[in-house]
């Protein structure tokens, strides 16, 4: 998968969690904790639209690991709100498979990033 389709996909769940979360605070649920659930869940796509501009190779892996931590962030949030009875359970999965399926290319950039960076240093 290209890096053009993370940053489609990562916008897209950017869009379906500012959509879940829009929801949730005119039903009131959990308002507080909203607000960290849309952070991590948007930053990842802004991370890897970022890393498409990275001055460098490592400014670019450093990104991505950004991103990645992001994700981490947002299963965490997605949990709690299925936990807790804020988000429903097709809510949840529809959410969580979007997050799942990014962070996976997110893991295959990276490590295919730092063998690139390893490759050409070795060439110097």
Known sequence: MSDNQLV???KEFAVSIINVCTNLKESK?????INQLLR???????????A?????RADFINKLQIALKECYET???LDIFKESG????EDFSNLFDKCSK???????SINTAKKNAERSEGQV
């Open 40 to 50: 991590c869940g948007t930053s990842i796509g802004a991370n890897v639209h970022e």
């Open 52 to 56: 498409n501009y990275a001055s460098s």
């Open 75 to 77: 299963d965490y949030w």
């Open 102 to 108: 990014i962070r996976k290319i997110l893991i295959a």
């Open 8 to 10: 489609i996909m990562s």
């Open 86 to 89: 804020i988000l429903s359970f």
């Open 29 to 33: 649920k959990g308002a507080v904790l």
